[in-house]
C-alpha cells in the first residue's frame, strides 16, 4: 500500500474556496481513476488551520507511476490542477509513504 500527501497552504480569505477545489479535485479524480487509487482530503485537528492535505490511496508505486502519467495527459485534470494558485500559496510538499504493518 502507498500513500501519496500533498500538503497545501490556503491563501489569506481563500479557505472556502480551496476546500471546495480539492473536493472537486477529489471527486473528479475517485471517478476518474478509482481503478487505480481512491483519494481524499484532510483538514487539520490540530496545528494550522489554514492548511489542507491531499490523501492518494494506492496499491503499487506502479499504479501511482501509471496515475501519474495519465493525470498529465488528462486536459480536465489539468483544467482543474492549473487553478491550484489562485487559492493555495505555493510552499506546498508532497510526499509518498508506504505502509510497513
Known amino acids: 500500500m502507498i500513500y501519496q500527501t500533498i500538503t497545501f497552504t490556503a491563501k489569506s480569505g481563500k479557505m472556502q474556496d ?38 492518494v490511496n494506492l496499491q503499487s508505486l506502479g499504479d501511482w507511476e501509471v496515475a501519474l502519467e495519465k493525470w498529465s495527459e488528462d486536459s480536465e485534470a489539468e483544467e482543474l490542477w492549473a ?13 509518498l509513504f508506504r505502509v510497513e504493518s
Open 83 to 95: 487553478r491550484i494558485p489562485d487559492v493555495f500559496e505555493d510552499d506546498f510538499e508532497t510526499n
Open 18 to 55: 480551496a476546500r471546495q477545489l480539492l473536493l472537486e479535485l477529489v471527486a473528479y479524480a475517485n471517478k476518474n481513476y478509482s481503478d487505480m487509487a481512491t483519494v481524499e482530503v484532510l483538514s487539520n485537528i490540530n496545528g494550522p488551520a489554514n492548511r489542507l492535505h491531499w490523501l
